[in-house]
């Protein structure tokens, strides 16, 4: 499931093929993939209206529209969005098709079908649940005063509360992972149980870790075209998630599995304590 990194890789990566291009046709091959409107509506409304920028909130991307109106993107677990030639080869589960005056076409594709568009007006009430995000990593509010009066006295697994988008809104399993592994702190701890100095690290580790991965994922839009979205040049950086069974990269310990909240979670039992 793309995150934050993943996401803004994808934003930069259409966003040169959209800026200024105004909609000659759209396509809705898949009716359930538009969320709250009707796919006839959809399209009609879309229809004849120019982009005037490509934004990201969270895990979402926002495409902004001449006349107000914004077309919110989540992709869900497998969702992509590309702008290609109309003649380039299709994905095979491409479920959108918006065509642009200059010839190309952005299309978003998803073998899963969780993704989901949102198409709202200026005034009109967002219901993709953007308005519901916490800050953004890199956002000057996340301190270690924010974290600590939201999460210390929650009770939760820490990398439970990381994974909240209402607390900071972006992160996912792969880079919990990652983020508690640079912090120390073990992911199945109870956030109660972390003190000052382990706030002050999540604090400066999260928007560093965003920010490396965003910046070791760079593509260009041919490139991104190239691969249909489907190549991620920031794996062989992530240390911790995945490699369940393999020496740690700092002490050499065997990095475990567990599950925690539900989810998948790989962390080093030496470099990583729990506190108690």
């Known amino acids: 499931m793309p995150e934050l990194p993943e996401i803004e890789t994808m934003r930069r990566a259409i966003r040169p093929g959209v800026m200024g291009r105004r909609i000659t046709a759209v396509e809705v091959r898949q009716p359930k993939v538009v969320a709250d409107l009707d796919a006839t509506e959809f399209a009609n409304r879309l229809l004849g209206r120019t982009f005037t920028d490509l934004t990201r909130r969270g895990k ?9 109106q914004r077309m919110v993107m989540r992709m869900g677990m497998t969702g992509c969005v590309v702008v290609a030639p109309h003649d380039h080869p299709e994905d095979r589960h491409t479920h959108i098709v918006i065509s642009l005056d200059d010839g190309d076409e952005l299309r978003f594709s998803d073998m899963r079908r969780f993704g989901r568009f949102w198409l709202f007006r200026a005034d009109d009430e967002d ?150």
């Open 60 to 68: 979402a991307i926002v495409a902004w529209m001449d006349d107000g």
């Open 127 to 276: 219901t993709s649940g953007i308005r519901n995000l916490g800050p953004e990593p890199d956002d000057p509010a996340l301190t270690a005063e924010y974290l600590e009066e939201r999460l210390g006295g929650c009770r939760r697994a820490i990398k439970t509360c990381l994974l909240d988008q209402s607390v900071v809104t972006g992160i996912g399993n792969i880079y919990s992972d990652e983020i508690l592994f640079e912090c120390g702190i073990d992911p199945s701890c109870q956030a109660y149980r972390l003190d000052r100095a382990d706030w002050e690290k999540l604090a400066d580790e999260i928007p560093r870790c965003m920010r490396f991965f965003v910046e070791n994922n760079e593509m260009s839009p041919d490139e991104w075209l190239e691969s249909m979205g489907r190549e991620y040049r920031n794996t062989p950086y992530i240390r911790i998630y995945g490699h369940s069974g393999e020496p740690c990269p700092v002490c050499g310990t065997t990095l475990v599995r567990k599950v925690v909240g539900g989810r998948s979670s790989v962390s080093c039992p030496m470099c990583q304590r729990e506190h108690r």
